[in-house]
Protein backbone atom coordinates (compact mmCIF):
# COMPACT_ATOMS: atom_id res chain seq x y z
CA UNK A 1 0.00 0.00 0.00
CA UNK A 2 1.34 3.23 -1.06
CA UNK A 3 1.88 5.65 2.07
CA UNK A 4 0.36 9.06 2.16
CA UNK A 5 3.29 11.91 2.57
CA UNK A 6 1.95 15.19 5.17
CA UNK A 7 3.69 18.24 5.60
CA UNK A 8 4.33 17.26 9.02
CA UNK A 9 7.72 16.73 10.70
CA UNK A 10 8.98 12.91 11.50
CA UNK A 11 8.45 11.66 14.76
CA UNK A 12 12.54 10.76 14.94
CA UNK A 13 13.19 14.72 15.09
CA UNK A 14 13.80 16.68 18.55
CA UNK A 15 11.93 19.44 19.61
CA UNK A 16 12.73 21.44 22.03
CA UNK A 17 9.79 20.02 24.56
CA UNK A 18 10.90 16.59 24.07
CA UNK A 19 13.99 16.37 25.71
CA UNK A 20 16.37 16.72 28.40
CA UNK A 21 20.01 17.72 27.39
CA UNK A 22 22.81 16.65 29.85
CA UNK A 23 26.42 18.95 29.23
CA UNK A 24 28.78 16.53 31.22
CA UNK A 25 32.16 17.46 32.17
CA UNK A 26 33.06 20.28 30.37
CA UNK A 27 36.10 21.20 32.38
CA UNK A 28 39.76 22.09 32.21
CA UNK A 29 41.25 19.17 33.12
CA UNK A 30 39.23 16.51 30.42
CA UNK A 31 40.11 19.57 27.89
CA UNK A 32 43.62 19.09 28.51
CA UNK A 33 43.92 15.78 27.31
CA UNK A 34 41.48 15.55 24.59
CA UNK A 35 42.73 15.47 20.79
CA UNK A 36 39.99 13.94 18.63
CA UNK A 37 38.82 18.40 18.42
CA UNK A 38 40.45 21.07 18.92
CA UNK A 39 39.97 23.26 21.67
CA UNK A 40 38.63 26.29 19.94
CA UNK A 41 36.28 24.10 18.12
CA UNK A 42 35.45 22.06 21.27
CA UNK A 43 34.46 25.74 23.18
CA UNK A 44 32.67 27.12 20.10
CA UNK A 45 30.55 24.42 19.75
CA UNK A 46 29.62 23.86 23.29
CA UNK A 47 28.81 27.87 23.30
CA UNK A 48 26.80 26.82 20.07
CA UNK A 49 24.60 23.96 22.33
CA UNK A 50 24.59 26.04 25.31
CA UNK A 51 23.23 29.07 23.76
CA UNK A 52 20.57 26.56 21.64
CA UNK A 53 19.00 25.27 24.67
CA UNK A 54 19.09 28.13 26.86
CA UNK A 55 17.02 30.19 23.79
CA UNK A 56 14.72 27.42 23.29
CA UNK A 57 14.48 26.52 27.11
CA UNK A 58 15.34 23.11 26.86
CA UNK A 59 15.55 21.72 30.10
CA UNK A 60 18.91 21.16 30.66
CA UNK A 61 21.61 19.93 33.56
CA UNK A 62 25.22 20.63 33.99
CA UNK A 63 27.15 18.24 35.87
CA UNK A 64 31.18 17.91 36.45
CA UNK A 65 33.05 15.33 37.92
CA UNK A 66 35.35 16.50 40.84
CA UNK A 67 35.08 20.28 39.85
CA UNK A 68 36.91 21.32 42.84
CA UNK A 69 39.85 18.82 44.04
CA UNK A 70 40.47 17.50 40.29
CA UNK A 71 39.04 18.78 37.08
CA UNK A 72 38.22 22.29 37.62
CA UNK A 73 35.26 24.37 36.60
CA UNK A 74 33.07 24.18 33.98
CA UNK A 75 33.66 26.18 30.37
CA UNK A 76 32.46 29.49 30.88
CA UNK A 77 30.82 29.16 27.57
CA UNK A 78 28.21 26.96 29.36
CA UNK A 79 27.50 28.33 32.59
CA UNK A 80 27.45 31.90 30.79
CA UNK A 81 24.07 30.52 29.12
CA UNK A 82 22.95 29.49 32.17
CA UNK A 83 23.59 31.89 34.94
CA UNK A 84 22.39 30.78 38.85
CA UNK A 85 22.17 27.28 37.11
CA UNK A 86 23.81 24.50 39.97
CA UNK A 87 26.20 22.49 38.92
CA UNK A 88 25.53 18.95 39.78
CA UNK A 89 29.40 17.59 41.04
CA UNK A 90 29.93 13.85 40.62
CA UNK A 91 32.51 11.32 42.10
CA UNK A 92 31.13 8.47 39.58
CA UNK A 93 32.68 8.12 36.13
CA UNK A 94 29.32 7.14 34.53
CA UNK A 95 26.74 10.41 35.22
CA UNK A 96 23.64 7.35 35.40
CA UNK A 97 24.93 6.29 38.40
CA UNK A 98 24.90 9.60 39.93
CA UNK A 99 21.84 10.11 42.39
CA UNK A 100 21.66 13.09 42.43
CA UNK A 101 21.80 13.66 38.24
CA UNK A 102 19.01 11.02 38.14
CA UNK A 103 17.02 12.55 40.56
CA UNK A 104 16.94 15.49 37.96
CA UNK A 105 16.40 13.36 35.08
CA UNK A 106 13.02 11.73 36.65
CA UNK A 107 11.80 15.15 38.15
CA UNK A 108 12.05 16.61 33.99
CA UNK A 109 10.31 13.51 33.25
CA UNK A 110 11.11 13.58 29.35
CA UNK A 111 11.61 10.42 27.46
CA UNK A 112 14.56 11.50 25.37
CA UNK A 113 18.31 12.24 26.43
CA UNK A 114 20.93 14.69 24.42
CA UNK A 115 24.51 14.25 25.95
CA UNK A 116 27.48 16.14 25.15
CA UNK A 117 30.79 16.33 26.76
CA UNK A 118 34.39 14.85 27.99
CA UNK A 119 35.32 12.31 27.16
CA UNK A 120 32.89 10.30 24.80
CA UNK A 121 34.37 7.00 25.58
CA UNK A 122 33.84 6.97 29.19
CA UNK A 123 31.74 10.31 30.41
CA UNK A 124 29.55 9.75 27.27
CA UNK A 125 29.24 5.97 26.56
CA UNK A 126 28.56 5.29 30.45
CA UNK A 127 25.25 7.55 30.69
CA UNK A 128 24.15 6.56 26.55
CA UNK A 129 23.94 2.63 27.25
CA UNK A 130 22.82 3.05 30.53
CA UNK A 131 19.81 5.26 29.21
CA UNK A 132 19.16 3.04 26.84
CA UNK A 133 19.30 0.04 28.52
CA UNK A 134 16.48 1.98 31.02
CA UNK A 135 14.25 2.13 27.70
CA UNK A 136 15.27 5.94 27.19
CA UNK A 137 16.08 8.02 23.46
CA UNK A 138 19.50 8.86 23.25
CA UNK A 139 20.69 11.35 21.03
CA UNK A 140 25.04 12.30 21.31
CA UNK A 141 26.05 15.44 20.09
CA UNK A 142 29.39 14.05 18.24
CA UNK A 143 31.01 17.13 17.67
CA UNK A 144 30.42 18.74 20.86
CA UNK A 145 32.13 15.73 22.32
CA UNK A 146 36.04 14.91 22.83
CA UNK A 147 38.30 12.15 23.30
CA UNK A 148 42.29 11.51 23.95
CA UNK A 149 42.82 10.52 20.40
CA UNK A 150 40.68 10.10 17.11
CA UNK A 151 40.15 6.11 17.68
CA UNK A 152 38.67 6.86 21.09
CA UNK A 153 36.41 9.16 20.16
CA UNK A 154 35.38 7.40 16.81
CA UNK A 155 34.93 3.88 18.37
CA UNK A 156 33.22 5.29 21.18
CA UNK A 157 30.66 7.12 18.76
CA UNK A 158 30.35 3.51 16.25
CA UNK A 159 29.38 1.79 20.26
CA UNK A 160 26.86 4.16 21.12
CA UNK A 161 25.08 4.17 17.61
CA UNK A 162 25.46 -0.13 18.26
CA UNK A 163 22.99 0.08 20.41
CA UNK A 164 20.50 2.59 19.17
CA UNK A 165 21.82 6.00 20.30
CA UNK A 166 21.63 8.58 17.03
CA UNK A 167 24.29 11.13 16.32
CA UNK A 168 23.65 14.59 15.29
CA UNK A 169 25.56 18.01 15.80
CA UNK A 170 25.83 20.78 16.98
CA UNK A 171 24.79 22.97 14.09
CA UNK A 172 22.28 20.38 13.75
CA UNK A 173 21.05 20.78 17.22
CA UNK A 174 20.35 24.32 16.16
CA UNK A 175 18.78 24.03 12.94
CA UNK A 176 16.68 20.86 14.37
CA UNK A 177 14.79 23.03 17.20
CA UNK A 178 13.98 26.10 14.74
CA UNK A 179 13.39 23.64 11.54
CA UNK A 180 10.95 26.08 10.37
CA UNK A 181 12.18 30.20 9.23
CA UNK A 182 8.29 31.46 9.26
CA UNK A 183 8.77 30.46 13.40
CA UNK A 184 9.20 34.60 13.71
CA UNK A 185 9.34 34.25 18.05
CA UNK A 186 12.61 32.40 17.62
CA UNK A 187 14.02 33.18 14.37
CA UNK A 188 16.59 36.50 15.34
CA UNK A 189 17.60 34.19 18.29
CA UNK A 190 18.21 31.24 15.54
CA UNK A 191 20.56 33.47 13.23
CA UNK A 192 21.91 35.39 15.80
CA UNK A 193 23.38 32.06 17.15
CA UNK A 194 24.37 31.16 13.51
CA UNK A 195 25.87 34.40 13.37
CA UNK A 196 28.16 34.07 16.03
CA UNK A 197 28.93 30.04 16.27
CA UNK A 198 27.96 28.66 13.09
CA UNK A 199 31.41 29.15 11.23
CA UNK A 200 30.81 29.67 7.15
CA UNK A 201 27.37 29.01 7.56
CA UNK A 202 27.01 32.47 9.79
CA UNK A 203 29.04 34.38 7.85
CA UNK A 204 27.12 33.46 4.80
CA UNK A 205 24.02 34.93 6.47
CA UNK A 206 26.09 38.08 8.00
CA UNK A 207 26.53 38.47 4.15
CA UNK A 208 23.67 37.49 2.86
CA UNK A 209 21.75 40.28 5.42
CA UNK A 210 24.30 43.16 4.86
CA UNK A 211 24.36 43.10 1.32
CA UNK A 212 20.93 41.96 -0.05
CA UNK A 213 19.04 42.16 3.69
CA UNK A 214 18.26 38.88 3.12
CA UNK A 215 15.38 36.63 5.14
CA UNK A 216 15.32 32.99 5.57
CA UNK A 217 11.68 33.58 6.28
CA UNK A 218 11.26 34.80 2.69
Same mark, same amino acid.
Given at each position: MMPTATPTPGKLLLNANDHTLVMIDFQSQMSFATKSIDAVTLRNNA *??????? *??????? @????? *???????????????????????????????????? @? *?????????? @??????????????PALSAIDQSFEVYVIADACGD???EAHERAMDRMVQAGARPITSLQYLLELQRDWARTETYEMTTGIAKRFGGAYGLGIIYAKSMFGASEGH
Amino acid at each position: MMPTATPTPGKLLLNANDHTLVMIDFQSQMSFATKSIDAVTLRNNA *ALVSETA *AGFGVST @ILTTV *AEKSFSGPMFEEITRAFPGQKLLDRTSMNTWEDAAV @I *AEVNRIGKPR @IVLAGLWTSVCIVGPALSAIDQSFEVYVIADACGDVSDEAHERAMDRMVQAGARPITSLQYLLELQRDWARTETYEMTTGIAKRFGGAYGLGIIYAKSMFGASEGH
